[in-house]
């Protein structure tokens, strides 16, 4: 049996991207790592706008360096989406914290199994410089993200990844930041593609290695795009919310007022009486404006399945597909998203 931490160069073009902003302190040695783990890779590392020896060091070790001067992790992923071509794309932080020895394992879970997306659940993510905060906020927005789109991750912020060349040519990639792998998870979920989860080793930055993220700054942007994604992936859900509280609370104010008229025969209270009212007409807005949005978002998937289905599903073994899906080999799955947590 071939040892799942070894790939060997079967034709497939696989690109390894790697953003990084300011990490001379381990950009060298991680590319030495991957160029040690997968030798027939493309190894692109992502300068976004560094202004230390970043640069220098990553073309030192034998990486393409690709520059991005508008800062933000989901720019520079942009930007590298739409610029490299390959079959496989393996994506993993700069900092050194991701094992590259690991990528093997994931490209070949990708390849064996006709996946879209494999995505490196971190284990003991508690140890990153012992900011435990994140570990917290990470556990909270993954619930969260559960609860709003009815799909459980358990890890969506994980920046180990690796993607099939439709996922990646299919991806929009509109956040500029650190969205950019709630929004990858999203994407995935949408478009009913196959997903899977596998445990990976994370480790603390080496001295010198500073982390870039804000733990309350990108905490609120990263909610803020959350409601921004439930709004536009699931409008009904997110309107109608919106309504029922606000017909409960014009409901609230209304009861009193009702009540009174009744035993007196006078609205006494008449601006809470105009607020109730205001109340109860701005909630069956909403619920209408969720109706019809739902239809143009549902209108917006379509397009986005039909997109998807001239995608070539370039990179998987067509010996892993019957012969007789060959000619639908390329379209996309309707079957729900399978998350499998490898033990």
Not at 53 to 73: D, I, P
Not at 93 to 100: C, L, V
Not at 137 to 166: C, E, K, P, T
Not at 322 to 331: F, G, I, T, V
Request: charged content about 20%; hydrophobic content about 45%; glycine content about 8%.
């Amino acid at each position: 049996m071939t040892d799942p931490s070894e790939l060997p160069d079967t034709g497939t073009d696989v690109a390894v991207l790697v953003p990084c902003y300011n990490e001379e302190a381990t950009i060298g040695p991680l590319v030495a790592r991957i160029s040690a783990a997968m030798s027939h890779a493309r190894i692109v590392v992502i300068d976004n706008n560094s202004d230390d020896a970043t640069a220098m060091r990553a073309r030192a070790a034998g990486a393409e360096v690709m520059k991005v001067s508008l800062k933000g992790k989901g720019n520079a992923i942009r930007s590298a989406f739409d610029r490299i071509d390959a079959e496989v794309y393996v994506m993993l932080d700069g900092d050194g914290t991701y094992d590259p020895g690991q990528a093997p394992a994931l490209v070949r879970r990708l390849m064996d199994n006709g996946l879209d997306m494999v995505i490196g659940a971190r284990q003991n993510v508690t140890v990153d410089a012992g900011r435990r905060g994140h570990a917290v906020g990470n556990r909270i927005f993954n619930s969260l993200y559960a609860g709003i789109f009815g799909q459980a991750y358990s890890d969506i912020f994980s920046g180990y990844r690796v993607f099939s060349r439709r996922y990646v040519k299919s991806f929009p990639a509109i956040s500029s930041g650190f969205e950019i792998e709630t929004e990858m998870s999203i994407h995935a979920q949408m478009l009913r593609l196959e997903v899977e989860e596998v445990p990976v080793t994370y480790g603390r930055r080496p001295a010198g290695s500073v982390s870039k993220l804000s733990t309350h700054r990108d905490g609120l942007r990263i909610l803020g795009f959350l409601m921004l994604c439930a709004k536009e992936v699931r409008p009904f859900t997110f309107f109608a919310s919106l309504a029922l509280a606000s017909l409960g609370a014009s409901l609230a104010l209304a009861i009193p007022i009702i009540l009174d008229f009744l035993r007196t025969g006078l609205v006494e209270k008449q601006p809470t009486w105009f607020l109730s009212v205001g109340l109860a007409i701005i909630g069956l807005n909403m619920f209408f404006a969720g109706i019809i949005l739902d239809s143009v978002a549902r209108g917006r998937l379509e397009q986005k399945m039909l997109i998807l289905r001239g995608i070539p599903c370039s990179g998987l073994p067509m010996t892993s597909v019957p012969k007789a899906s060959h000619a639908s080999a390329d379209r996309p799955r309707s079957t729900a998203t399978a998350i499998q947590i490898a033990s």
